[in-house]
């Protein structure tokens, strides 16, 4: 965040944490972080963006409780799967050579005497 904001500013990364360095008041004691601040003209309240400042303080006494997914994880297949998985030509029905036929490609399956259906 630093590096961009130097570049951003044509400054140097020290400079940049110099000017957003802050410390905050925390419930865990103060913590240092960069803080931006835009004042708003007295009207509302200053913007303030913080970077940091977050205690990592672990919770001993914290439950992990997961929750079942809304919607199960189903993954469809694509039609060409299901076209496979039909175990059968679409065309002339024999479950010996299985082919998956494409529509352009009729035409030429009619003028090479495969679209025929057996008697």
Known sequence: MLKT???KHRSTVTKMACTYK?????????RKCFEGVVECGGVKKALVAR???IPLKRQRTAVMA???PLKPNH?????????LLADGCE???STSRIEVHHTRK??????????????
């Open 5 to 7: 904001l130097a570049s």
């Open 22 to 30: 802050a410390t905050i008041d925390t419930p865990d004691g103060p």
């Open 51 to 53: 970077f940091g400042g």
């Open 66 to 68: 997961d929750r079942e």
């Open 75 to 83: 993954i469809s297949t694509t039609e060409l799967v299901k076209r």
């Open 91 to 93: 065309i002339c029905g």
């Open 106 to 119: 009729l035409a030429d399956l009619k003028q090479q005497g495969r679209a025929e259906r057996p008697v």
